[in-house]
């Protein structure tokens, strides 16, 4: 089992999106796939369409205990959800008089880890305390990066974040799956330029597959349904399911050494 934050604190980078379509595709792969939106703007529950009545990730916050109880399924066989609400917009205030406050999160997943192969978590395009605690609650991390001219200066404020996480005890082991890069118009000089550099600098820690700007892929959410069943021919989809082919490779390598 493996669990994977997605994290960028620059919003409008495709986070949300990947994290709903890549797991959406884990599941279509046959991974039991749990998708927890730790974001107080729910696009990723909105996007699966998903019942936000029922226990969400704010009420996680305040009673980690009724961890157990809150997945919901959806219209993807072998995905399950925990949904958020505009709610959770008051937990960073509410977090800092809470006990163990980093950990929240963490603690509410912990008597779900054995029920699935991948959970993802969507973070919040902030690096505040609902951050930490998915950072806190996280195996791995993806971390989405558009393909711009300020990516590369994010992207290195990001790594000092979680550099810091592992170094301050937070969550010593926590370590970065991949960057993937998102909303990819191979037309633009300069979005090969910034996949280049960030190729250069980060190695192999980069996925080969980039996500292609898609109308479709942005149309996908609209229908409350994963680009793989808006539209199964999209390049979105090609895009989503090489990646999901990607992570469960790098999964099985991470696990591996994580055992040597």
């Not at 980078?13 to 959406?24: D, E, Q, R």
């Amino acid at each position: 089992m493996l669990t994977i934050g997605f994290v960028n604190q620059k919003g409008g980078v495709g986070k949300t999106t990947t994290a709903v379509n890549l797991a959406a595709c884990l599941a279509a792969a046959g991974k039991r796939t749990l998708l927890v939106d730790a974001d107080p703007q729910a696009n990723a529950s909105s996007a699966l369409a998903v019942d936000r009545t029922g226990i969400t990730t704010y009420q996680l916050i305040l009673n980690p205990e009724d961890g157990a109880s809150a997945p919901q399924k959806t219209a993807v066989d072998n995905l399950e959800v925990i949904p958020s609400s505009s709610d959770l917009y008051g937990a960073e205030l509410e977090l800092v008089e809470m006990d163990d406050r980093q950990n929240r999160i963490k603690n509410a997943l912990l008597p779900l880890r054995d029920k699935y192969q991948f959970i993802l978590i969507d973070a919040p395009p902030s690096l505040g305390l609902l951050t930490l605690n998915v950072l806190a609650a996280c195996d791995q991390v993806i971390i989405p990066v558009q393909a711009e001219y300020y990516a590369l200066e994010g992207l290195s404020m990001l790594m000092q974040t979680i550099d810091r996480v592992k170094s301050g005890g937070v969550n010593p082991d926590l370590d970065v799956l991949g960057i993937v890069m998102t909303m990819f118009d191979n037309r633009l000089n300069i979005a090969q330029q910034v996949d280049a550099n960030v190729r250069e600098y980060y190695g192999d820690k980069v996925f080969k597959t980039q996500i292609q700007r898609s109308v479709r892929l942005a149309e996908a959410p609209s229908h409350g349904k994963p680009i793989i069943l808006y539209d199964f021919r999209s390049m979105g989809t090609r895009n989503y399911i090489s990646l999901a082919e990607e992570v469960i490779r790098a999964a099985k390598k991470a696990s591996s050494g994580s055992r040597a």
